[in-house]
């Protein structure tokens, strides 16, 4: 098939067609940069920054009803869905609650603005299936992402997108 990477690890990709399926969470950094090209935030990188990108990520996986992200906690994580679907929650209007806002697919991320702007998380993001994500810890935020996202701010139509993010 045209478009697809079958790797070492049980990992089969087809960027054109939006599919990844990872059956496995050992994937290399060279595995992920195709990944990593189709999340809108990242896509004016050169090759080089998108490999070193990806060597700072690690594959994690939450369980159907597993919390991501909770609501009020200190931001300290970024995640990029690979596989499965998360419901993000926010207080309802009753203020006791939470209510769903809206889901997340493959490619969508989580914790970006709530690191970028330096606060706790806004919202509590729940597995619905068993998701596999990238993960990256603050630090590597900072020294990595946040270079890209300041950069950003400069290119007004893709920033307003951006910071207009649920989660």
Not at 72 to 80: E, K, L, S, T
């Amino acid at each position: 098939m045209a478009g697809v990477l079958d790797t070492h690890n049980g990992i089969h990709l087809d960027i054109s067609n939006k599919y990844l399926k990872v059956k496995d969470v050992n994937l290399t950094s060279a595995e992920l940069v195709p990944v990593l090209k189709s999340v809108k935030i990242l896509k004016h990188l050169d090759d080089k920054k998108y490999l070193d990108l990806a060597d700072h990520f690690k594959i994690v996986k939450f369980r159907r009803g597993q919390h991501i992200v909770q609501i009020g906690r200190i931001a300290d994580r970024f995640f990029i869905l690979l596989n499965g679907t998360a419901g993000v929650f926010k207080p309802g209007k009753n203020g006791q609650t939470l209510d769903q806002v809206s889901t997340l697919n493959r490619l969508d991320y989580v914790g970006v603005l709530d690191m970028f702007f330096n606060r706790r998380y806004l919202a509590t993001v729940t597995a619905n299936i068993l998701l596999s994500c990238t993960e990256m810890n603050i630090d590597m935020f900072n020294f990595w992402i946040r270079p890209i996202l300041e950069d950003l701010q400069s290119k007004s139509e893709e920033y307003n997108t951006f910071k207009n993010l649920d989660v």
